[in-house]
């Protein structure tokens, strides 16, 4: 079992809809990320989060540390945010990756 | 925060040959880590690259296979050698902010051996 699962792995979605991406991890973190990745390969991190939400724009992340989960939503989604999603935790001085949720946002 | 830039962005190479990557901070850095991403994966870290020591490497990845520089506290590169089709992945390199948990991600290098 992998320490940091999402889901689902890949997502379709109409412009427009509200669209969630669920993060569980398994071991102790001091922080979790949300990260974009681009088709290129380039990552953008988009939250760090130890507790608590955080807005920005239209991406909102949570994060339950009791239940060691996390989610990100994206509200009125747009083509433009069709990428890859990819949840990791801080742990112990290093990051722990999920595998990413491809995310396609269709006009 | 801090802006990395990481090149190339892209390149195909033949099987037998090295490449290497590089990876350019704006600021100054105590460690960076390089990521493999092979196809379909998560972000798998390489080693760890500190300043004036030799960088400290996972468990299943060698010195040999992938060297690594850290000639300064703002640049690192790394070699991937004598190239196989399985080398086939992105690259990334990665920073965390001076104190902080947050982490910077150079642009990466998608790196096809044919």
């Known amino acids: 079992k992998n320490e940091v699962e999402q889901s689902p792995q890949n997502l379709t979605a109409q412009e427009g809809e509200f669209i969630t991406i669920n993060c569980s991890y398994s071991?102790?973190?001091?922080?979790l990320h949300w990260l974009q990745q681009h088709p290129g390969g380039g990552i953008v991190s988009l939250f760090m989060l130890s507790s608590g939400k955080k807005k920005h724009g239209r991406l909102i992340a949570t994060i339950n540390i009791q239940e060691k989960h996390s989610s990100l939503h994206i509200t009125a989604s747009h083509p433009r945010d069709s990428a890859v999603y990819i949840c990791?935790?801080?742990?112990?001085?290093?990051?722990?990756f999920g595998t990413g949720t491809r995310l396609q946002v269709f006009p | 925060s801090a802006v990395i830039s990481q090149k190339p962005s892209r390149d195909i190479c033949q099987r037998g040959t090295s490449l290497t990557i590089q990876c350019q901070v704006d600021?100054?850095?105590?460690?960076m880590f390089w990521y493999r991403q092979q196809p379909g994966q998560s972000l798998t870290l390489i080693a760890t690259a500190n300043q004036g020591s030799e960088a400290t490497y996972e468990s299943g990845f060698v010195i040999d296979k992938f060297p690594i520089s850290r000639p300064n506290l703002t640049f690192s590169t790394l070699t991937v050698s004598n190239m196989s089709p399985e080398d086939s992945s992105i690259y990334l390199c990665s920073v965390e902010g001076q104190g902080t948990t947050e982490a910077f991600f150079g642009q990466g290098t998608r790196l096809t051996v044919v």
């Open positions: 600021s100054q850095v105590t460690m």
């Open positions: 071991v102790g973190i001091s922080a």
């Open positions: 990791a935790v801080f742990n112990t001085d290093k990051l722990i």
